[in-house]
């Protein structure tokens, strides 16, 4: 059960009170404004492919006064009556703003998983490891070389026996 708004024609707004999947079909939708009988508004009704069935109720008011109107629901499933208040447009914008993120991320992230794989498969090294050939020789030292730079002279000429 759910409470929406949507703007109508200047100045006014439609409440909607609607009703999912309920068994038997006998129900009431009604509104009220601060707590006082605002009437039943425009209806419908019908099944659903179930057997269950659906129903909501329309009823026209100011726009900005949305939020002193909630629908009341009565049915036999119902120990006793329910208030449905209004949605607040922003709690669900945000879990969809969320979800969409979330999803995008994911999608993001096996992505370039996925091409990472592939490049590991070839054969190739992981894109941060840099093996270029200007700066292999700081990472692997000739064999039989001084290791250390500053141990080797580069201007003295080598004495021949």
Not at 86 to 97: G, Q, R, Y
Not at 98 to 115: M, Y
């Amino acid at each position: 059960m759910r409470l929406k708004a949507r703007p109508s024609s200047p100045g006014f707004s439609v409440l909607t009170c609607s009703a999912f999947s309920f068994y038997p079909p006998e129900l009431q939708l009604r509104f009220l404004r601060n707590g006082l009988a605002a009437g039943t508004g425009q209806g419908d009704f019908g099944p659903n492919s179930d057997g269950s069935f659906h129903a909501s109720s329309s009823l026209t008011v100011k726009s900005g006064d949305e939020h002193h109107y909630c629908c009341i629901v009565q049915h036999a499933g119902l120990a006793q009556p329910l208030r449905v208040e209004l949605e607040s447009p922003a709690k669900s914008s945000v879990l969809v703003v969320g979800i969409v993120i979330g999803v995008l991320l994911l999608t993001a992230a096996a992505v370039g998983g996925a091409l990472l794989w592939r490049r590991m498969r070839s054969g190739l090294p992981a894109p941060w490891i840099s093996l270029r050939g200007d700066d292999t020789g700081v990472l692997l030292p000739t064999p039989g070389e001084a290791q250390d730079a500053d141990l080797k002279d580069v201007n003295v000429i080598p004495a021949t026996a």
